[in-house]
């Protein structure tokens, strides 16, 4: 059984700052990758930023210069430290995570999603 547990999401005015933590525990031998998608009302899922287990970071264009994904790997935790928010971040944010389990080489796991609104 593997969980990823979110916090970190709320309200925040534009140009302020949040910052996400998701924390994968269970049975997990290993991550392979983990990162974070948003969902807006009426859109798809998109991949915000992602880190690997090499340490290698991507991120999609319009949160560049403003979001920085990092790990913790000895506690299995991922973030995602927002700054310089816009509206437009307002979404669902998911932590997504693909881990090396006892029955899988890379597994795909996901957070419950964690509201951020950005708003004044």
């Known amino acids: 059984q593997v969980q990823l547990v979110e916090s970190g999401g709320g309200l925040v005015q534009p140009g302020g700052s949040l910052r996400l933590s998701c924390a994968a525990s269970?049975?997990?031998?290993?991550?392979?990758?983990m990162g974070w998608y948003r969902q807006a009302p009426g859109k798809g899922r998109e991949l915000v930023a992602a880190i690997t287990s090499g340490g290698s970071t991507n991120y999609e264009d319009s949160v560049k210069g403003r979001f920085t994904i990092s790990r913790d790997s000895a506690n299995n935790t991922v973030y995602l430290q927002m700054t310089s928010l816009k509206p437009e971040d307002t979404a669902v944010y998911y932590c997504n995570a693909g881990l090396r389990t006892f029955t899988s080489l890379n597994r795909n796991f996901w957070g419950q999603g964690t509201q951020v609104t950005v708003s004044s």
């Open positions: 269970g049975s997990i031998i290993s991550i392979n990758s």
